[in-house]
């Protein structure tokens, strides 16, 4: 059964840590070469390695298509702070950005702030949540034609198109409005793991991807009718996400291996089931789990990046790519074009206008 | 001389209503900033920050242009269109922490090959506070102590991992912050990225004078300039460093054409543009914290009184003594016979260089021969081709008369400042 739907593929380009951009570059021209959705770089504040975000907002003006998605804390951070970064690599990549949001559990990384004591994971994803929320606030809080240069009457900005969003949650408030005016997107695109229950929950309500863990078609296709029921709850349709399985794979040295599959190899935490073969395998497996309806597509966490990425490309992409599986361009500009995701009108501007009419 | 371009993204500075003026958000006009400047040789570009609009009687602000991106995300992806310009981000050590913002500063001296710069700024109000879970709660008088811990923990991150690239752990312990634990990144490629400050109190002149490497400042004449130089850099001493140690850097603006008296006219025109009627107004409520919409810009000054504590001032800039300020502009306005617009204009003028091309190299020189300033931070009246033509037709002057550098010597922004690298203290 093949699905309609346009199958999506991402990648994730960290790995041991480097603090040069060439590499990073390399990397994400590569995914961008197999015209990949988009690429993520993994971050936490305790662990080696540059800022994520920074580093994609380097890369960003020497790429053209790939959607860029760093990992972003929302346990030490500032909300206000992370939305007008996000939007802001939204502008300089125009219209590329997304972000990975993620909560820090551990105490090691409370004492790295000195702020605020470790709390555990369902506070901090409900707060993560909050963060998603207010940030989604901030972007819409300037409708898309606010900014008006009227000389006529002085005026730059038309003020009744710029708004506080007055956020109350149960971590902390926002005024707003934004200082970034509305990204090129409307909104960038939010993804969340969805692994765990309340990951999952959280990423239902506020994620546009959804990444999850499945070691079959069946549990797969079972973890994405989840998120979208769940999603459902909150009056949020199925066209409005996407769930892609994560997998960290080891390609190896072979097109194909004797035994491949997944969990074959030792598991690696935080980035998918492990799976183990050629990139012919690879390919195989996707072709699989796409045509029976399992997955909206797959986010690849090469183990070893230089070796593994450029065999997905060259290998994996390419035969999904004569299989008429997989695009071979870009056919548009943004990620959110990529991801088949409709650009969000300004929730102000929506109930601006439905005021008028009234 | 060193130089330095401002974007001059929003509020007054840029005349939005001139054809020229283009995008203050599209990354195409920082990029086009950024690489005139380094076409001309420039230390670097800097940034200025934002964090709640301006508001008026619990309005947004719609006069001026407003709107600006986060200027750490802005320098990451300029590091990728330039080669040698320092890329220096004005941020806020109030509204946030300094693990988080050590990193973000240390990663773009990593990406940029040692061209970041961190111009450190502090806030207590508590109007820009309702963004943050902060909040606004930070006493005025804690404001640069908590800056100086700031920065100084900061300094500790940077020099966490040894030489060869070994992290190791770092505990800081003090009235602002206690914290623990590893630094993600090895010593960056300046040592520590370049520290500005900006701002005028005796505070301020102090803290700078203890751990800036530059004082982004402003004044009126050379005389007032003379004055503010010989000051800070008598501070120097106490703290164990030498008049070379910290670079001062005014603020100015630079009218160019092609005679003295085109140059004048056409600062003037801008000056008017900027002084719109309807911001002259807003200028005075600002100081005057009431309502003065009937008032006309061409007409003479109110005769009541500021009314300094009414709800009409919330979210406006805080003004010391507004008596004072009031009647400073009224004893102007009578001695000169100047409307409301005429005055204001002629008391928010910054310094500035108007005149022909070699009359503004002759004065930056002028300044800078006479311990007025080490150099000049631009601020350009258009986004994004309002340095084009001092780049284009000053900067050669300068270089003729060897005040200023014809090509880069080094690649670190720290070489460009004549700044020594930071001794590693492990």
Redesign the interface.
Known sequence: MTTGRPLHLAAEIGGP?R???DHYLGLARLAEGGALDYVTLGDS???????A???L??????TDRIGLVPTVDTT??????VS??V???D????GRAGWTADVSTTE??A?????RAAAPAEALWREAGEAADAGARLWDS?EDDA?I?D?AT??????DK?HHIDFEGE???????A???RPPQGRPVTVIDGTTATARAVAARHADVVHVRATSPEQAAAARADVLRLAAAHGRPARELRVLVALAVDLGDAETAPEPGLASGPPLAGHGTYFRGGPVDLAELISQWYRAGAADGFHLTPITPARDLERIVNGTVALLQHRSLFRTFHPGHTLREHLGLARPASRYALARTAGEQR | MHLAAHFPGVNSTTVWSDPRSGSQIDFASFEHLARTAERGKFDFFFLAEGLRLREYDGRVHDLDVVGRPESLTVLNALAAVTDRLGLAATVNATFNEPYELARRFATLDHLSGGRAAWNVVTSSDAFTGENFRRGGFLDRADRYTRAAEFVATARELWDSWTPDGTPRPVAHRGQHFDISGEFTLPRSPQGHPVVIQAGDSDEGREFAASAADVIFTRHGTLEAGRTFYADVKGRLAAYGRGPDDLKIMPGVRAVVADTDEEAQEHAAGIRRLQVSPQNAILALEQVWGRDLSSYDPDGPFPAIDPEPDSEFAQGRVRIADPFAVAARWRALSEEKGLSIRETVIETTTRQSFVGSPETVAAEMTDFVDQRAADGFILVPHLTPGGLDDFVDRVVPLLQERGAFRSEYTGSTLRTHLGLAEPVWKG
């Open positions: 840590p603090y040069e951009p504040f305790a662990r080696p390695g540059p800022d975000l920074s580093v907002a380097r890369i960003a003006p020497a030490h951070t500032e909300p206000f702070h007008s970064a939007a802001t690599l502008w300089v990549s125009r090691a990384v004492r790295l702030f000195g702020r300037w900014e240069r000389t002085g005026r730059f900005i038309d003020r710029v971590a902390f408030s926002v005024r707003g409005p200082i970034v005016p």
